[in-house]
């Protein structure tokens, strides 16, 4: 919650614009002199002082001198408002300047600005913290990722469990993958991985699968090419673009993962091996198995426990925020004469643009600015590509295609969280009766809390 200082000594002012605030959630600190005010941001640090020109002791300017390197943002106001005045305050290092009366609209137009920039000041400050140090949070720290790294880590534990990685192209789906076999028991043994999209199906069958001796070419001890099946034993097969997989491949694969083992191309003999599979897919199975473009039986073999990986798009702030940590922490190893932080206006550009590169495209970003800033002590905006740089004319900010029942769906839950599960007191913030929120409850099959 926002918190506000009025640092003036009229109480109808004071009184208005607090009731101002008030009306909006936000908390209201009150100060009625110079001192007062500057012992309140001080001890408070509250985000924003409206901060009157003329007190009892002392003048708002003096006030500002003293509060110079504290955190809060400040707003000065005064009933004798000339152009050399507002010039003087902003100089001085105020964030705007407004003359009584204040028109609420455009204080209101103010105050959303300087917690936009306060909010933004603070992501800049976590990000610093955060980047170049280890995190468990493999995805991000918002409740929709948290929930996502426990699945991964329970798969990653589950380690004969076959999983399917969701998710457009560039969302992490390698990582993700690479991830659960480092988490798993079979950490130690082989991670390989192949793209069935990028291989015709004659290469991806030996590819996979192996073959037999070619005569007068022996390519193994006892004559034999080994597929990646044999290579990967007791560790992880990673099959991206899953869905591009070939209908002669499906039942071969469907076949390997009800246990019965396969054969190499050419040969008769049935060959077993112990593999993990992790398949990933760009592509809705669904519809691709209702065009009867991929068998069933294989969709429901490999869908134990899908994983959906959101496009950056559709992340929260706080979840982009770690990521560009991550992305840097990552960078800075091997751009040591760049710098690895950002100015506040070149993460605003950042978290504004909509990414349809997702993370792929957000590290080439990062690199190139990183590239030409080197030398420097901060990322600038200006060393962001001119798409990035536009990002607030897109119209498409963290757009998350929803329908309204999934809206309504969203904000119930996230209700009966804040409220641990509480009914009568979710359903009291909510506006509806309890047994409204039971009867939501159960259209929308939330889990009891």
């Known amino acids: 919650m926002p918190t506000v200082l009025i640092v003036d000594d009229e109480p109808h002012i004071t009184s208005a ?167 798993s028991p079979r950490a130690s043994r082989p991670f390989v991985e192949i793209n069935c999209a990028a291989l015709t199906t004659a290469n991806l069958d030996v590819e996979l699968f192996g073959q037999e001796r070619v005569p007068g070419q022996p390519r193994n001890g006892d004559g034999h090419a080994p597929g990646v099946l044999e290579l990967a034993h007791q560790g992880t097969l990673f099959l991206d673009e899953i869905g591009e997989l070939d209908s002669h491949l499906q039942p071969k694969l469907l076949r390997l993962l009800e246990g019965k083992g396969f054969r190499r191309i050419g040969g008769t003999r049935e060959v077993s091996t112990d593999v993990r599979l992790i398949a990933a897919t760009t592509q809705d199975l669904v519809q691709e198995v209702t065009a009867a473009r991929f068998r069933e039986d294989l969709y429901y073999r490999l869908s134990i426990m899908p994983i959906h990986l959101p496009p950056l798009r559709a992340r929260t702030r706080e979840d982009l925020v770690d990521l560009v940590a991550r992305v840097l922490g990552e960078l800075a190893a091997g751009l040591p004469e760049s710098p690895a932080e950002l100015e506040d206006a070149a993460l605003d550009r950042l978290l504004r643009y909509a990414w349809p590169g997702n993370i792929r495209e957000l590290r080439n970003v990062l690199e190139r600015a990183m590239i030409l800033a080197r030398g420097g002590e901060l990322i600038l905006e200006k060393h962001l590509p001119g798409e990035v740089r536009d990002a607030s004319g897109l119209g498409v900010e963290h757009h998350v295609p929803r329908t309204l029942d999934e809206v309504e769906r969203a904000h119930i839950d996230r209700t009966l969280r804040a409220h641990t599960g509480n009914r009568t007191r979710a359903a009291k913030e909510l506006g509806i009766s309890r047994a409204t929120l039971i009867k939501k409850i159960k259209e929308y099959g939330l889990r009891a809390r």
């Open 17 to 183: 614009l607090g009731a101002f605030f008030e009306r909006a959630g936000h908390q209201v600190l009150r100060a009625h002199t110079g001192e007062e005010g500057v012992q309140a941001v001080r001890r408070e640090r509250p985000d924003l002082v409206l901060l009157d020109v003329r007190l009892p002791d002392m003048t708002g300017f003096d006030v500002l001198d003293r509060v110079r390197d504290e955190p809060s943002l400040v707003v000065m106001i005064t009933g004798h408002g000339d152009v050399p005045l507002a010039v003087r305050a902003m100089q001085s290092g105020a964030e705007n300047f407004l003359t009584k009366p204040v028109e609420l609209a455009h204080l209101g137009a103010v105050a959303d600005r300087a917690f936009e920039k306060m909010r933004l000041r603070q992501m800049n400050q976590y990000l610093t913290e955060r980047r170049g140090r280890a995190s468990s949070a493999l995805l991000g720290s918002s409740p929709h990722m948290q929930e996502l790294n426990a699945q991964i880590d329970l798969l990653a534990r589950s380690d004969r469990t076959t999983v399917l990685l969701v998710g457009e192209t560039g969302t992490g789906k390698g990582r993700v993958a690479a991830a659960i076999h480092d988490h």
